[in-house]
């Protein structure tokens, strides 16, 4: 199932770096989310977007910046991160905002030293 | 934001044996969807349930929702080790605001 399509799959980066997740879903949806999934808290929302609108914003430090261009495509820009920030970040879609069930990415599996 | 609960956190069982997880709810739930995330993976959709006392099957699966739209319980008849993985359940309990809640998930491994 690669409906929804993360890169990259694994990134490790400094704590004083800036890189970018990508995500991009060919399924014809209208939503996308972030969510970061750690030993910590299993699935976490981080930001929701319909219509390319950002409509949720889980109190989300700053360092994190997401992005949505169109409908089909989400970033999240990171700068300056924490060891802490290592996670499992995962993308999804859904045809419209919480009434119809989420298809994820692969995941970006991001250390941060 | 609202609560849910899913237990057990960990399940092991001898393969051929029965699982359930379940996920409960203090408030009315608008649906309910059941996920799977196999070791390494990421979550993949099952199941959703929608109207109170609702239940489906998927083969050996079988999905509830309780009466009152605040439970749901996931069955797994005679497992076997292409079981193992994490359950998800994510509640959704305010459609028009698009508010939902993912479960704590549970770790099902099977015993060969």
């Known amino acids: 199932e690669t409906g929804v399509t993360q890169t990259p799959r694994h990134l490790v980066m400094g704590m004083t770096n800036k890189k970018s997740l990508k995500c991009e879903q060919h399924?014809?949806?209208?939503?996308m989310y972030w969510y970061k999934q750690s030993a910590k808290k299993p699935l976490e929302l981080m930001f929701v977007?319909?219509?390319?609108?950002?409509?949720e914003n889980n109190s989300v430090p700053s360092r994190f910046s997401p992005e949505c261009p169109n409908s089909s495509h989400l970033f999240l820009h990171l700068h300056t991160l924490q060891p802490e920030d290592s996670a499992l970040y995962l993308c999804?879609?859904?045809?419209?905002?919480?009434?119809?069930?989420?298809?994820f990415g692969n995941g970006t599996r991001l250390t941060v030293t | 934001g609202q609560q849910v609960m899913q237990i057990p956190q960990y399940q092991h069982v001898q393969e051929g044996e029965d699982f359930t997880t379940y996920c409960n709810s203090s408030t009315t739930l608008s649906n309910i969807q059941w996920y799977k995330q196999r070791p390494g993976g990421h979550p993949v959709f099952l199941i959703q349930l929608v109207k109170s006392g609702e239940v489906k099957k998927q083969k050996r699966l079988t999905f509830q929702f309780g009466e009152a739209k605040k439970n749901s319980s996931l069955h797994i008849t005679a497992t076997q080790t292409t079981d193992v993985g994490t359950y998800f359940c994510e509640i959704t309990y305010n459609t028009n605001a698009g508010k939902s809640t993912f479960g704590d998930g549970t770790t099902l491994t099977v015993k060969p």
């Open positions: 999804a879609s859904s045809q419209d905002l919480r009434n119809s069930p989420l298809h």
């Open positions: 399924l014809g949806h209208n939503a």
């Open positions: 977007y319909n219509f390319k609108e950002q409509t």
